[in-house]
């Protein structure tokens, strides 16, 4: 039952760190610096896909208190990404 719900975090993870490795090149090659925000934005997409597992199972929180930071941390993500479409 766990492994389906495993596989899809890990291919959330990869997708979020694959737009934000190309996100980094772009800013490699154009020097845009939105493009920086994209990139550190999906970087804490992709942490927040995994964090509430690890959080809940390696110091035994409650699935709500592992929510809420996962859900903090996701927002931060979109937060930068919203940064980088208005500069």
Known sequence: M???FVLA???T???SLTVAYLAYHG???NGREPMLYVSAGFVFI???AICEGLIYMIFGTSIVSAG???AAIVSSGMILVLLSLTK
């Open 2 to 4: 766990e492994a389906p």
């Open 46 to 48: 992709g942490a927040g």
């Open 13 to 15: 993870l990869a997708l």
């Open 68 to 70: 809420l930071i996962q």
């Open 9 to 11: 975090k890990l291919i």
């Open 27 to 29: 800013y490699r090659r």
